[in-house]
């Protein structure tokens, strides 16, 4: 059964709790940060404390974050990749345990819809988030990049529409990511949520689409969820949003 641990780690102890194998560790939420909380939550060294695979962003949203093998990288909005350090800071990310996890070939030739569809039909908790993580050629990559904020801080939509979008083919690369079922939408994306990083190192960012001609895949059920609830200045893009505090749709 999926335990929903909801948890204000800083605020409570002040301190690191452990995250175990088949946990989902998230800071802060897509709700925040779709109200622009830009503030910084957290660390790449926190993520390699909880995980080593997942995505995110990094403060004033800068660029896309992609999470593999315990290593951080950072596509900015010019496309330049880079490997940034345990202090990097972060505002919005999600990490999990996927190291030795065991993978199964995918059938070729599967656009976006089709790779989506492929997984879900091998999951057996269909409420439950799950972990992913492809490694494979693509005849195709579309991919976007957002550039760095200043404040104050605009929504999230508002950034969305000043995107750097980049065409790769084709090319050998690694999505990763997550599976969200709706009802943790408030928590993060719902549906498929995937960043990609190229063997090479040299291109990536979050996946609008792809024509992947063949791979593998890891599908994970995560069945906690540690959220790390975001603090200090974030909490006034709420109060700045509607009257009630909330962020009206």
């Not at 660029?63 to 093998?69: A, K, M, P, Q, T």
């Amino acid at each position: 059964m999926f335990r929903f641990l909801l948890l204000a780690l800083a605020a409570l102890c002040g301190c690191s709790v452990a995250t175990s194998r088949g946990t989902l560790y998230q800071i802060a939420t897509i709700h925040a940060l779709s109200a622009g909380a830009y503030e910084a939550q957290g660390t790449c060294g926190d993520l390699r404390r909880h995980g080593d695979s997942g995505l995110g962003t990094f403060e004033g949203l800068d660029g896309e974050l992609v999470f593999l093998n315990g290593t951080c990288f950072q596509i900015r909005a010019d496309g330049t990749v880079l490997q940034r350090s345990d202090d990097a800071r972060v505002p919005f990310a999600s990490v999990t345990f996927l190291d030795g996890a065991a993978s199964s070939p995918l059938p070729p030739n599967l656009a976006l819809s089709g790779l989506e569809a492929t997984l879900l039909a091998r999951a057996t908790m269909p409420e439950t988030p799950y972990a992913i993580l492809v490694e494979g050629t693509f005849r195709s990559l579309r991919i976007r990049s957002v550039p760095k904020q200043s404040r104050p801080y605009p929504k999230l939509a508002a950034v969305i529409a000043q995107q750097t979008i980049f065409e790769l083919r084709p090319t050998r690369a690694t999505l990763v990511g997550f599976w969200i079922p709706k009802h943790l939408g408030g928590l993060a994306p719902p549906g498929l949520h995937l960043h990609v990083l190229t063997a090479d190192w040299k291109s990536g960012g979050h996946v609008l689409a792809a024509d992947l001609a063949q791979g593998t895949a890891v599908f994970e059920p995560l069945r906690e969820l540690t959220v790390r609830l975001p603090q200090g200045d974030a909490l006034g893009h709420f109060e700045r949003a509607s009257p009630s505090g909330g962020v009206q749709e």
